[in-house]
């Protein structure tokens, strides 16, 4: 994938609902922060209560979920920038995960991924979600995406 240049009309940061087809209760990222090529920089706020809760702790599910959605947020600002449409996408499998360090609900969060393999519609990610610079949790997920078009090229 080659490396774009945003046009000013489409600068960063860019709010998730314009790139995402998700809406709250399963919106959990806020914006994309940084983009490059297959890397990208996504920030959320650790919800206080809600669908992501079980027992007063955030479900690893959630962050899992994070991941995705900021894989998701980086793809979809590449089509905007690369002027096609937004592509229907589902996880489609966990390779593996960690939850290292408790959270704290309120806080922003900071969520990297990368993507480090691609075989037609698969893509694998890596993604770490970071309080500053504390390690939250960290996984590995495969994704699927409808290549449409893209696909015969």
Do not use: N
């Not at 920030?43 to 994070?66: D, N």
């Not at 996408?89 to 959270?103: A, K, N, R, Y």
Request: aromatic fraction near 8%.
């Amino acid at each position: 994938m080659t490396e774009l240049t945003p046009t000013p009309a489409f600068s960063l940061p860019q709010p998730a609902a314009a790139l995402l087809p998700h809406r709250p209760p399963m919106l959990f990222v806020e914006s994309l922060v940084a983009w490059h090529g297959d890397r990208s920089t996504v920030q959320a706020v650790l919800p206080a209560g809600g669908i992501c809760m079980a027992e007063g702790r955030l479900l690893p599910e959630y962050f899992i979920e994070l991941i995705a959605q900021a894989a998701a947020l980086g793809s979809g600002y590449d089509g905007l920038c690369s002027g096609r449409a937004a592509r229907d996408g589902m996880l489609v499998g966990i390779d593996g995960f960690s939850m290292p360090s408790q959270t704290v609900a309120g806080r922003t969060v900071r969520i990297e991924t990368a993507i480090t393999f691609r075989f037609g519609a698969i893509k694998l990610i890596h993604g770490e979600v970071y309080d500053d610079q504390k390690l939250l949790a960290a996984g590995d997920i495969k994704v699927w995406e409808d290549l449409g078009d893209d696909a015969t090229r």
